[in-house]
């Protein structure tokens, strides 16, 4: 790993949170129901936590389950080294399924702070879409990764470093089709993921040999296994509200 991709790492990762959905009334860490991973985006007029559609489409599935047996349930937005907080309460912008994308109104009391967290500044109007070839950082927190102890749980985010190798008009893929990925950090000896579950909904930033980065995308879906093929959605489809524009999406 090159240094700026540790410093890259340390800094984007503020940004990216684990989405984590528990019973109300069940305060086992271990009794985790699903989760996924989020980021959270500032633009010019808007505070937005962006993951994946059908991450929030299971949260919601899972909730309509428990209501029917008279139970409820809580979702969670975690940060580091903090209690988690509870986000049940806030409400969709906008939601696409093709996109696979889903966009969460943040609400002026949350401060990101408090769970050692920050917003990722960026404008959607001026983002460059990714090209083939870009390299991409993605920070998400695979469910295979999780474990708990007592009161804490330890979501584990997984960095991945690569470059795209294909582009379409709704999706760009994350590849490695030469099989010359590496683990080069591991301090504590975790298998690679055999499923990318509970990554859904990450960040992917382009990583600019210019020392800059763009927030370019949210990963929704993976292959399995180190080498890997790495879907992830365009984020140019998005307004700075934070609704998707329909007159820049493709016809079907």
């Known amino acids: 790993m090159r240094s700026e991709h540790q410093t890259w790492i340390e800094t984007l990762s503020r940004h990216a949170t684990p989405l984590l959905v528990y019973p109300r009334e069940d305060s086992a860490i271990d009794g985790c129901l699903t989760g996924g991973t989020g980021v959270l985006v500032q633009t010019p007029v808007n505070r937005l ?9 299971e949260i919601e599935r899972i909730r309509d389950e ?4 008279g139970q409820h349930i809580v979702t969670l937005l975690c940060g580091t080294n903090a209690s988690p907080h509870e986000i049940s309460g806030w409400q969709i912008v906008d939601r696409d399924k093709r996109l696979d994308v889903c966009i ?13 967290k920050s917003f990722y500044l960026t404008d959607f109007a001026v983002t460059r879409p ?3 070839d870009d390299e991409v950082l993605i920070i998400g927190f695979p469910k295979e990764h999780r474990a708990g102890t007592g009161s804490v749980i330890n979501a584990r ?3 991945i470093v690569d470059f795209v190798k294909s582009v379409s008009e709704t999706r760009f893929v994350v590849a490695d089709p ?3 990925r590496q683990i080069v950090a591991n301090p504590v000896g975790l298998d690679f993921p055999d499923h990318m579950g509970g990554a859904s909904g990450a960040p992917a930033f382009r ?26 959605t365009h984020i140019r489809f998005f307004t700075n509200r934070g609704t998707i524009d329909s007159l820049l999406m493709p016809p079907y």
Request: proline share 7%; with cysteine.
């Open 157 to 159: 985010m997984l960095p």
């Open 49 to 57: 936590l962006i993951t994946a559609n059908h991450v929030a489409n």
């Open 178 to 180: 030469d099989n010359q």
């Open 104 to 116: 969460f109104q943040v609400p002026e009391t949350f401060d990101p702070d408090e769970i050692n």
């Open 207 to 232: 990583l600019s040999p210019a020392g800059t980065c763009e927030l370019i995308g949210i990963f929704i879906e993976g292959s399995d296994g180190l080498n890997g093929a790495y879907f992830c």
């Open 66 to 69: 428990h209501i029917i047996h």
């Open 130 to 132: 990714a090209v083939e």
